[in-house]
């Protein structure tokens, strides 16, 4: 069974600086999709990066990278130059692309929290 | 614009009431899905649907029930079975292919009164 571990319930930054949000995961397929997503405090679900399993560059989108290490099956999101805005939860989620029939596995989640 | 509505924002239920939440798509999304989001907490599926008239269980299907008689809609049911439905839930759809992210609803957050 798919399995998505985040093991930071909570993380502090300061401004300005960069921040990692670990993520592993667990699957026997070999055809996989990455997802992280922010969840404000209003509760709507961001998009914000997708890792292919078969991607071999790690995936970048403006102040969002994600740190992939298929090996140790692990998919980090480092959030450069933070701002107060990023100040939210974060999840981690993975997509079987045969298996699972499509469904998404989430993780936990890592609360976020931006210093001034 | 393309995306999803759920409906209502905020729902307060009487104990032994069923109430139905209300999750359209108009992104022309073959998959939908319905989670459950306790405070501080993941998303557990609850159900899911890959096409019309069609759905599957999740991990935490009792005490709800949906349907899939429309591509653009697929309503839950929260059912006097559910016994601790106070929680938010949140509507998402996505296209087959497992290389494309899920799009979310606003949520909406029931409350057991």
């Known amino acids: 069974a798919q399995k998505i571990t985040q093991t930071q319930p909570g993380m502090f930054v300061q401004e300005k600086e960069a921040v990692t949000l670990d993520c592993t995961y667990d699957t026997s397929d070999q055809s996989y999709g990455l997802f992280w997503y922010k969840q404000p405090s209003s509760g709507e679900m961001i998009f914000l990066i997708y890792?292919?399993?078969?991607?071999?560059q790690n995936a970048t989108e403006g102040r969002y990278s994600l740190n992939f290490q298929k090996a140790r099956k692990s998919a980090n999101l480092v959030i450069s130059a933070s701002q107060l805005g990023d100040s939210a939860m974060y999840f981690c989620?993975?997509?079987?692309?045969?298996?699972?029939?499509?469904?998404?596995?989430f993780g936990d989640g890592t609360t976020l929290t931006v210093k001034p | 614009d393309g995306g999803i509505t759920q409906s209502p924002k905020y729902l307060f239920r009487k104990e032994g009431q069923n109430v139905t939440l209300s999750c359209e798509q108009n992104?022309?999304?073959?998959?939908m899905y319905w989670y459950r989001q306790d405070p501080g907490q993941g998303l557990r599926l609850i159900y899911y649907?890959?096409?019309?008239?069609?759905?599957q269980k999740g991990d935490i299907a009792e005490g709800y029930s949906v349907s899939r008689e429309k591509k653009e809609s697929f309503p839950l049911t929260v059912t006097s079975a559910q016994k601790n439905p106070t929680a938010f839930y949140l509507c998402a759809s996505n296209t087959g292919a497992g290389d494309t992210e899920a799009f979310f609803g606003q949520g909406t957050r029931l409350t057991v009164v």
């Open positions: 890792q292919g399993s078969y991607d071999e």
């Open positions: 989620a993975m997509r079987e692309v045969y298996t699972n029939a499509g469904k998404s596995t």
């Open positions: 992104l022309n999304h073959d998959a």
């Open positions: 649907s890959q096409i019309v008239n069609d759905f």
